[in-house]
């Protein structure tokens, strides 16, 4: 059965056709929240806040957009409200770019994603570096950059405009280019 007719399915009640669509996003959701929410614990209550909405509102899917597309937004704004919730992470936004970013001492990107991949010493301060970024910047860094989904899906999944998220974009690559460098300045020199 293809994905339309286990929507179909599930919205009129059949629960092996809700198992299902579980089976097949379990993997793609866990995965999604576990980079949002940078913890196994969360992720894995993300997990079970983002099914259990999709049992509670399928019948409310309209299916104008894919289902993965309503997961990640789903799993994005309960990694958003629950690091809301969560003072103890110490997340602040960096709106003012002055304040967080400046632009003169952001070196030229000069390693490669493929160079980051195979380094581990490096992926390791790039994780790190990741969970400093505010949540907002954050969840549109992921979608775009490590989930590879376009700026208009990005856009439609957080519910912002298109603008919006290219400038959160712009701010979260600002800060990690900025974060690296300072890692490494003492290598760069």
Avoid at 27 to 51: D, G, I, P
Avoid at 57 to 73: D, E, H
Avoid at 84 to 106: A, H, L, M, P, V
Avoid at 145 to 171: C, F, M, N, Q
Wanted: aromatic share 8%; net charge negative; hydrophobic share 40%.
């Amino acid at each position: 059965m293809n994905e339309q007719k286990l929507i179909e399915a599930a919205q009129n009640g059949d629960r092996k056709a809700l198992a299902e669509l579980v089976k097949m996003y379990e993997q793609t959701v866990y995965n999604f929240s576990f980079k949002l929410c940078r913890n196994r614990e969360r992720a894995e209550h993300t997990m079970q806040e983002t099914f259990l909405s999709m049992v509670k509102n399928l019948r409310q899917f309209s299916g104008q957009s894919k289902l993965s597309t309503w997961l990640y937004r789903v799993v994005a704004n309960h990694c958003l409200m629950l690091a809301r919730s969560e003072n103890r992470y110490g997340f602040s936004s960096f709106d003012d770019d002055e304040t967080y970013i400046d632009e003169k001492e952001i070196a030229e990107w000069k390693v490669t994603p493929d160079k980051v991949t195979e380094n581990n010493e490096l992926k390791m301060i790039l994780d790190e570096s990741i969970q400093k970024l505010a949540p907002e910047y954050r969840v549109v860094f992921m979608l775009r950059d490590v989930e590879g989904l376009s700026t208009e899906e990005t856009a439609k999944i957080l519910d912002l405009s298109v603008p919006a998220v290219k400038s959160r974009l712009h701010r979260a690559r600002a800060f990690l280019r900025n974060e690296l460098n300072e890692r490494f300045a003492h290598e760069l020199k």
